[in-house]
């Protein structure tokens, strides 16, 4: 089981810098109220928390499919519906595309120099096209499909929509009709799953089962993960005290950045995950930690700097992994070495985690608060743990202060002015106010 | 040539939340000091800056000789001599290992789940190791490259020594002194180089090389940038300019967080570069910006709802980019999806464009400082503007603050910890002083 060690945000690892045992007491009342909601479902949106339980049947059968009839699976999906895929593509499958079949492509943005390079790196004719909008008109994610559906039809005629499955609501939107229409094959999203909480729903399940991953075992790790925090006491739950420590060290000690960093490579787009699901919930209402992935021991060479001399606004949670899966022994180097001489009899493993005690150590000495999740071993079970217990920590994390972790209403003003820009029938004011902005920009002499 | 818009960080476009002309005119005097101790080279790690002239006939020489010898090359490196390289390569060569000879990795880390599979993907009996590290003693590359010796021994016995290059000092460390004493091929890094302002020395243009990069190009576009950026004004040079507005921003303004957001997938890897250099350059004396790596359009969908409605504490950098070098039409979707028919006739580069342009109007009207980069294209002309561009914009802006922009004293006490736990000679009080933090954390209650 994964486990929390938080010493080190506490007063005694960090003196007067960390928390006390009432601070975190003193949101007991707070926490039983949210833990009763939570167990109620009061809001519908923690509905995220019953997707470990569900049927995989139709996701696998789906997956076998495509591994029988297609070279190649391109996923069309954007925010949480390509960063959930692509970490746990990254943590279970390093070098996916180097090694295995059918090769999986995500393309999560509308950058044609990279949608030109995969449409020649794959075999359109054997490609699954897998799109990902619950609400069946993500403009990014819509523009590429329309894309791969002429293409797709000049390769296969009216059969074109046998190349297709589409991720969406069971009953909703553009894409269900579309589906309905044509007769895709289709995978639902459950209305009350927001997409940044959306990872172990078939939206993260079906491409992790394309690549061999089990899905079964994702599962199982976040329904252990869920019983593991099942109490309404902090001091018994690691994803209610992980809350409290983050809502507290921000409030009563101005850490405003919330630093992630898995000692583990695998764990990249994970930390990206985890910073889209941490930005989007809790940046309301004037306040939330801005999250800063990063990784170790690599950005001890970039980071480790700004986060010991610079200002003191920033908590480090640690990812530390027990076993690696693999280890390389650095072979006795005396002949070739002298200076490096202290490395022999050792491992990278025993480097690695070294390096990770000695950056732990040196931020204790600076008295910035530090945190570290222990994580047996990076495989599907475990990955499920991590994954719903971030969720967890995030969604009690926006209760605590009090806002809707679920909804994200600042970014839609952005979508009204792109409509704007693109024309779209009924924005026709907020185009008018982008042309009168172009204006005021061109003519402005702050330009070099 | 790469042009900067600075529009919406003045009080005009931001009202009292902009600065004002008087705001950058009181800097001055301050930056006619700078530019003299620029011109005038006082501090000897501004050779970064004659980089750009260097002579790259050896380096493609050995391109050459790599591209006719092997089917793969292995970086090894860690920080600077890994994040210029990935930046180079992601811009210029995206999905370059699963189209091009000899594949390229880089392995920047200690984490034997990373090596272990890179050693299986690669024959390498046909691999050169390109080993960098300025003071030939980085542990992590080091660590790597042991490792590495012993596998190229084991298969070409004494020969080993013929399928390595190390980049580093030319005079001084212990890779150094083992090139002389083993024979490798050797490139140098200017001992006035500092690793994260190396990537237009051979630490990054050996592989550029290798990957068919015009290095040459990238060297002609920062030696022009350097020339644009000629100016003691800020008025007339957009790298002081730039410097100005945050070092001013975070002075006046509270703006702690500097956001880096290219509408380009292929600069992911050039932000993470970037922010590397932006931490570890400004990150002392108890400021610096913390510098937070974005992406759009994607992280509209995780990032924007935090810089709108999150606290008001960032200013965001748009790079915009003219022209992707692809298009693609979203054709006629009338018969398909007519809840997207605003799509039609428009282009996937017109909706990046569109997004950006929306996203940073959002901004504006939620009163958020930002500046905008315009780059006429990626390639590598203009991807050296951007190098070169940023790297002055570093150092300049930690001459404001009053500091070195050059040195990284914090990182030291990790390292030194790291040592005392792998046992490394006279640090053995490190080591005890991990002992007992050890027996301090095991023994902590504040665990579960």
């Known amino acids: 089981m994964i486990t929390l060690d938080f010493t080190n945000a506490m007063s005694n690892g960090q003196g007067e810098r960390g928390l006390a045992p009432d601070d975190i ?8 109220d949210i833990h009763t909601d939570i167990i109620q479902r009061k809001m519908s949106e923690f509905y995220f928390l019953d997707l470990p339980h569900q049927n995989t049947e139709q996701i696998s059968l789906m997956a076998d499919n495509i591994r029988a009839t297609s070279g190649y699976l391109l996923l069309l999906g954007i925010g949480g519906s390509a960063l959930g895929p692509k970490a746990i593509l990254q943590a279970l499958k390093p070098f996916y595309n180097l090694k295995h079949s059918p090769k999986i492509f995500i393309y999560d943005n509308v950058d044609p120099s990279t949608l030109t390079p995969i449409l020649t790196l794959i075999d359109l004719k054997r490609t699954t096209v897998n799109v990902i909008t619950k609400s069946g008109s993500t403009v990014e994610t819509m523009a590429s499909f329309i894309i791969l559906i002429h293409a797709l039809k000049e390769l296969h005629g009216e059969q074109f929509y046998k190349r297709i499955i589409a991720t969406t609501d069971p009953e909703k939107g553009t894409l269900r009709e579309m589906a309905a229409k044509f007769g895709f094959r289709t995978l639902p999203v459950h209305p009350d799953v927001v997409g940044r909480y959306s990872v172990l729903s078939p939206v993260g399940l079906l491409c992790s089962s394309v690549a061999g991953i089990n899905i079964n075992g994702l599962l199982k790790g976040a329904r252990d993960m869920l019983r593991r925090c099942s109490e309404e006491n902090p ?11 983050m809502y507290l060290l921000q409030q009563k000690k101005n850490k405003n950045i919330s630093v992630i960093v898995p000692y583990a ?8 995950w985890y910073c889209q699901l941490w930005a989007e919930s ?5 306040t939330g930690q801005t999250p800063y992935p990063s990784m ?19 908590v480090v949670t640690f990812i530390k992994v027990d076993d690696y899966g693999y280890d390389v022994p650095i072979l006795d180097s005396e002949n070739e070495i002298k200076a490096m001489s202290y490395l022999k009899n050792h491992t990278l493993q025993q480097l690695i985690k070294a390096e990770q ?4 150590l040196a931020l204790v000495k600076a008295g910035i608060p530090n945190i570290r999740i222990n994580v047996p071993m990076i495989d599907a079970y475990y990955l499920g743990q991590l994954f719903l217990f971030f969720e967890l920590v995030t969604a009690v994390t926006g209760m605590l202060y009090g806002i809707n972790p679920f909804d994200q209403p600042a970014v839609e003003e952005g979508k009204n002015l792109t409509y704007g820009i693109m024309g779209r029938k009924g924005y026709e004011n907020k185009g008018l106010e982008v042309m009168s902005y ?10 070099i």
Chains 1, 2 share one sequence.
Not at 235 to 245: D, G, I, Q, R, V
Not at 282 to 286: D, F, I, Q, R, S
């Open 438 to 447: 172009r204006e005021r920009i061109q003519k402005s002499k702050y330009k």
């Open 357 to 360: 005690e000695a950056t732990e």
């Open 265 to 272: 490579d695998r764990l990249k787009a994970f930390s990206e």
């Open 25 to 32: 007491d003193s949101l007991k009342d707070r926490l039983k």
């Open 296 to 314: 170790g021991t690599t950005d001890q060479h970039s980071q480790l700097q700004l986060w010991i001399e610079g200002p003191r606004d920033k």
């Open 282 to 286: 809790l940046g309301k209402n004037g």
């Open 235 to 245: 001091w018994e739950n690691p994803a209610y005290m992980t809350a409290s420590l």
